[in-house]
């Protein structure tokens, strides 16, 4: 079993920074694949970012140039650092970690960007 406690969401406005923490209950070393994704009200859950075991990282198209996934092994957590955010970006933001092909998620911290 494997939990994960996201932190650093909240109120922001537009072209301002958030960094969002996702704190592992064990070793992300050994993990497949940690990823944050995103849920706005009324859409699916979307992937955002990705960070392999061999710390490459991936994006979606519309975050890139102003989202990075970064991972601190010696503290187990995974982070989000968001630059340049657009309202667009308004969501819950979950924190997911794929370990020996089993998926686990935390609960989740909320994203809202507003002037």
């Known amino acids: 079993q494997v939990q994960l406690v996201e932190s650093g969401g909240g109120l922001v406005q537009p072209g301002g920074s958030l960094r969002l923490s996702c704190a592992a209950s064990r070793s992300i070393v050994s993990a497949d694949v940690m990823a944050w994704y995103r849920q706005a009200p009324g859409k699916q859950r979307e992937l955002v970012a990705v960070i392999t075991s061999s710390v490459m990282t991936n994006y979606r198209d519309s975050v890139k140039g102003r989202f990075t996934i970064s991972r601190d092994s010696a503290k187990n957590t995974v982070y989000l650092q968001m630059n340049s955010l657009k309202p667009d970006d308004t969501a819950t933001y979950f924190c997911?970690?794929?370990?020996?092909?089993?998926?686990?998620w935390g609960q989740g911290t909320q994203v809202t960007v507003s002037s």
């Open positions: 997911n970690m794929v370990f020996r092909a089993v998926g686990y």
